[in-house]
C-alpha cells in the first residue's frame, strides 16, 4: 500500500537541511527535524495499521513489561492519567486488554493484554515493518543503511533522556 504523500513535512525537512550538517549543527533545528520526521513517520504506521499510536504504544508496554496500573503506564507514556484512562477504555472495547484485580493492592486493577491484543500488536510490527524495510532497501545505499544503524544508537540516547 502506498503511502499519503506528506509534501509540506517534505519541504520543512528539506529546507532545514543546510542547518543539520557539519560540526555546527543548530541544535534547535536539527531537534525539529528529528521531531518532524519522527511525526511523519508515526503518521504513516497509523495510517497503514490503523490503530492509534496511544493504543500501539500502550499494548508495546504491556507486552514489554507485563500487568500494569493504569497510572504506571500514564507515567511511562508521559501522558495525563485521564488521557490513559481514555486509552485503556477503547482498548479494552476493542477486546485488546482486560482488568484484573492487583493481588498486591486491592483497590486497584491491572491491565493486561488479551490474546487478541497481542495477535493485533503483532499483525501491526509485521505491517509497519515490512514498510520500513521495504523502504530502506528501495532508497537507501549501503552506506545510508550504515548511518541508519548508527542513528538508532543516536534516537535511543535521546529516547532514555529524562529532562
Request: hydrophobic content about 45%; some cysteine.
Amino acid at each position: 500500500m502506498g503511502w499519503p504523500v506528506e509534501p509540506a513535512a517534505d519541504r520543512r525537512a528539506a529546507g532545514l537541511a543546510g542547518a543539520l550538517t557539519g560540526p555546527a549543527a543548530d541544535v534547535p533545528a536539527l531537534a525539529a527535524g528529528v521531531g518532524g520526521m519522527v511525526g511523519v513517520l508515526l503518521r504513516r504506521f497509523r495510517a497503514e495499521g490503523g490503530m492509534p499510536v496511544a493504543q500501539m504504544t500502550t499494548l508495546g508496554w504491556l507486552l514489554r513489561d507485563g500487568p500494569s496500573t493504569t497510572a504506571k503506564l500514564a507515567a511511562m507514556e508521559k501522558v495525563r492519567h485521564q488521557s490513559m484512562a481514555q486509552t485503556i477504555r477503547e482498548l479494552e472495547t476493542a477486546g485488546f486488554v482486560a482488568r484484573r484485580e492487583d493481588p498486591a493492592d486491592r483497590r486497584q486493577s491491572l491491565i493486561e493484554i488479551t490474546t487478541r491484543g497481542r495477535a493485533r500488536y503483532d499483525e501491526l510490527l509485521r505491517v509497519e515493518r515490512s514498510w520500513l524495510a521495504e523502504a530502506i532497501e528501495a532508497t537507501c545505499t549501503e552506506d545510508d543503511r550504515e548511518t541508519l544503524a548508527h542513528a538508532l544508537e543516536l534516537l535511543r540516547r535521546l529516547a532514555d533522556h529524562s529532562a
